[in-house]
């Protein structure tokens, strides 16, 4: 009896065993870093926005990865919502499931895709945080021009502002993608693509002078071709940049939020304002299509409003608040790079 007790008690088995759940994400991984040849980062949020479909999988005890209907995955993005993620957060999973069902049609291991079937949460639009250009001047005059670290810090934040780069992408710049006679560097951007952007003198003077004066006395055996450097002769990390930009947001009184990426969005809304043509932002942003390019029109429409509120004699009562703004509430802008990646 009390063996029958225990036998009625035995756990049932993980039915992601059954599936080869860990296999084919190992399998999903090397195709994407390999096959798709995509960043360290894009890969690691494909794989973190597929984990709640694994979670999903187990709960619902499915034994196969066709089980995956239409009805199956609108169960799954209602159940994301339910638990707590935002629209944006459900489309980007959903478009990690869709590349992982062509992966799985591919290799024969699931005998349909019914994902392009399944329509993602309409997101709300969110503009991204842009910071007007006196705020920005404050910024890059913040770092002690008389140090060392001061000097690569300006760099680092013209270079940021001037070329629109992500901080991926001036992470990984070596120094001979920098070209000061012509003002433009080659920068490796997604999905493995080359495209040159251009700097400002500002910034050309700011790397000259870290180039001269700074860099060669912080070089090390292991520093290689890498630009920008850590005092011991590394090359600076992501991190690394993220808390330069931050350290000198504080200094220069602006949001403690304030991020890399609020540098790109200053950029390219400022080359908007400018009068600059939607398709050269797109190409100097490195994006895929205008339609991601033209969410900064929409800010610019919004800054065009502040400006007129605050002008205008009959604008309304309303301008004064608007008008004190300086950045933009969110700089969160979904699926503009794909899953979890930034713009």
Do not use: C
Request: net charge positive; aromatic share 6%; proline share 4%.
């Amino acid at each position: 009896m009390a063996g029958a007790a225990r036998r009625g008690t035995r756990r049932r088995p993980d039915p992601l065993l059954a599936l080869g759940w860990d296999r084919w994400l190992r399998e999903f991984e090397r195709h994407l870093r390999g096959g798709r040849q995509l960043a360290p980062l894009t890969v690691r949020n494909y794989l973190n926005d597929l984990a709640p479909y694994g979670e999903f999988l187990r709960m619902k005890e499915a034994d196969s990865f066709d089980r995956a209907d239409r009805w199956f995955l609108r169960g799954y993005l209602a159940w994301l919502i339910e638990i707590g993620y935002v629209k944006a957060s459900v489309t980007r999973k959903l478009t990690a499931l869709r590349a992982f069902y062509q992966f799985l049609r591919d290799r024969k291991a699931a005998s349909r895709d019914q994902t392009d079937m399944v329509g993602a949460p309409r997101a709300d639009r969110r503009l991204p945080v842009i910071v007007v250009k006196e705020a920005i001047v404050a910024l890059l005059t913040a770092p002690d021009a008389a140090t060392g670290t001061g000097r690569r810090d300006r760099a680092v934040l013209e270079l940021i502002y001037s070329a629109g780069l992500r901080v991926t992408e001036a992470h990984g710049l070596d120094v001979a993608d920098v070209e000061l006679r012509t003002r433009e560097v080659r920068v490796l951007g997604k999905g493995s693509k080359y495209r040159i952007a251009l700097l400002g003198i500002p910034a050309a003077d700011a790397l000259r002078s870290y180039l001269a004066n700074v860099r060669p006395g912080w070089i090390a055996r292991r520093t290689g071709d890498a630009l920008l450097l850590n005092r011991y002769g590394g090359r600076l990390t992501v991190r690394s940049i993220q808390m330069i930009v931050k350290k000198h947001a504080i200094a220069a009184g602006l949001d403690p939020d304030f991020h890399t990426h609020t540098l790109r969005h200053s950029f390219a809304t400022h080359m908007l304002d400018g009068g600059a043509d939607l398709r050269v932002v797109q190409e100097l942003l490195g994006h895929a299509s205008p339609v991601t390019t033209q969410i900064y029109t929409h800010v610019s429409a919004e800054q065009a409003r502040i400006v007129y509120e605050r002008a205008h004699p009959r604008a309304g009562t309303r301008s004064k608040s608007r008008a004190s703004a300086v950045a933009r509430p969110r700089d969160d802008v979904p699926g503009a790079d794909g899953p979890g990646s930034t713009v």
